[in-house]
């Protein structure tokens, strides 16, 4: 079983949806939690991240993290075409080395 | 500024050739990550420098794969004898340095195609 799982979807919402985005994971040392937004054949673009427990927004964008469940979240408001891609997922204990551990990404259909 | 870019966007081996790519990070970035990304699935860390010092290569598949940063600043990652499973997408990312966990600059990318 992987550390970082994700649901690969599709997902395919109407424009002006609210969108909810989770990945849960195993390893408890993790205390980075981030969101990378990828188009096709683009790398990975960071939207947000969150240390710890708690909530975080920006914009249309609300992150969450319940550590004591191992349960993270991305709420996007208000969807637009635009936000059609591919949502990572990544997770950081923060130690020396800082690499990211990814899920494996929930494909986003935003229909007009 | 210009951001992380890598060379070439996209390659074709054959089965058994070497190939290298590039990755030049962004300016005066001291840390550098390379990941591998199967296609539809999230990346993998590979290996990790600081400066011209790799201090992580716990993720590289096999000693097929190689890499290095010789003066702190552009990394080559080398596969030798390329195989059919070493097809995928290898991205390099960039950070300012071991402090600041978030941030990690992705490149667009090296397709590599083993046939």
């Known amino acids: 079983q992987k550390e970082v799982e994700q649901d690969p979807g599709p997902l395919s919402v109407p424009e002006g949806a609210i969108v909810s985005l989770n990945c849960t994971y195993s390893n408890s040392a993790f205390q980075y939690f981030m969101w990378y937004r990828q188009y096709s054949r683009k790398g990975p673009e960071l939207l947000m991240y969150?240390?710890?427990?708690g909530n975080k927004e920006d914009g249309r964008f609300t992150a969450q993290v319940d550590k004591s469940s191992k349960y993270i979240s991305l709420f996007i408001r208000d969807s637009q075409p635009s936000d059609s891609a591919t949502y990572l997922c990544a997770m950081s204990a923060g130690n020396a080395g800082n690499m990211l551990t990814f899920g494996g990404g929930t494909r986003l259909m935003v229909k007009p | 500024g210009a951001g992380v870019s890598q060379s070439p966007r996209y390659k074709v081996a054959k089965r058994g050739q070497d190939v290298a790519l590039r990755c030049d990070p962004i300016s005066g970035h001291v840390s550098l990550f390379w990941y591998q990304q199967a296609l539809g699935q999230g990346p993998e860390f590979l290996t990790y420098?600081?400066?011209?010092?790799?201090?992580?290569k716990s993720g590289l598949p096999s000693d097929r794969f190689f890499a290095e940063r010789p003066e702190g600043s552009v990394s080559t990652l080398k596969i030798q004898r390329t195989q059919q499973e070493d097809s995928a997408v290898y991205l390099c990312?960039?950070?300012?340095?071991?402090?600041?966990?978030?941030?990690?600059?992705f490149g667009p990318g090296t397709r590599l195609t083993v046939t």
């Open positions: 990312a960039s950070s300012p340095g071991p402090g600041v966990v978030y941030e990690q600059y």
């Open positions: 420098f600081q400066n011209e010092a790799q201090l992580d």
């Open positions: 969150t240390y710890s427990s």
